[in-house]
Structures are given as structure tokens and as C-alpha cells.
């Protein structure tokens, strides 16, 4: 498994911005498929935005779409978030995984490798 920080959240007001990171520490980056989740209190964990190994190919939740955009830099072994337009009900901790193969990228419990999480707050 692959060992992931992410780093980035913080308080905003709503209509602002934010860009998380996510540093992992595998030198076999480049051959992972990266994903961002967050998790509402009371709510599950849902899925975010996910990006392929070249980061060519890329994918978001309809909630996001639009506002959200995902980037990663294989020389740097880190996975980006920016968050543009932020609004309330996008407050949440927000997690970065990793797994090899780039099937169900939209599934939380197909991923085998977590960061701590970095909580989100946006307020009205």
C-alpha cells in the first residue's frame, strides 16, 4: 500500500476557493489510479473526482462538475484538487486514495490506500 497526506483544507466563505494536495510516498506513483472521497458528518463516504495513471482521463461527481478540478504531477508524486466555487454543502473531509487497476474508481471500498484526511469548511 502506498502511504498518503493530504494537506490544504481550512475555513472559507462560500464562492472561494481551495486547493488540496496529496503527497504519496510511492516512487511507483505514476502507476496508480488517484481519487479524491469526502465524508459528511451522519453521511458515507462519497466519491469526488478520480484521475488515471498519465492523468489524461479524469472523472467527477455531478455535484462538482465544473467547479472542481483534478491534476497530478507524477514527477512530484502528489495529486491536486481545486475547488472553485465553494458552497456550504461542500464541507466535509476530504480523503485521497490510491489503487492500481482503473476499475470502480467510483467505489470507496475498492481502494486500498487512504490519507488522514483534511477537513473542508465552508461557510455561508
Known amino acids: 500500500q502506498v502511504q498518503l497526506v493530504e494537506s490544504g483544507g481550512g475555513l472559507v466563505q462560500a464562492g472561494g476557493s481551495l486547493r488540496l494536495s496529496c503527497a504519496a510516498s510511492e516512487r511507483t506513483f505514476s502507476t496508480y489510479v488517484m481519487a479524491w472521497f469526502r465524508q459528511a458528518p451522519g453521511n458515507e463516504r462519497e466519491f469526488v473526482s478520480s484521475i488515471k495513471w498519465s492523468g489524461a482521463t479524469t472523472d467527477y461527481a455531478d455535484s462538482v462538475k465544473g467547479r472542481f478540478t483534478i491534476s497530478r504531477s507524477n514527477a512530484k508524486n502528489t495529486v491536486y484538487l481545486q475547488m472553485n466555487s465553494l458552497k456550504p454543502e461542500d464541507t466535509a473531509v476530504y480523503y485521497c486514495?490510491?489503487?492500481?487497476?482503473?476499475?470502480?474508481?467510483?467505489?470507496?471500498?475498492?481502494?486500498?490506500?487512504w490519507g488522514q484526511g483534511t477537513q473542508v469548511t465552508v461557510s455561508s
Open positions: 486514495a490510491a489503487k492500481r487497476t482503473d476499475l470502480n474508481t467510483r467505489r470507496a471500498q475498492d481502494f486500498g490506500s
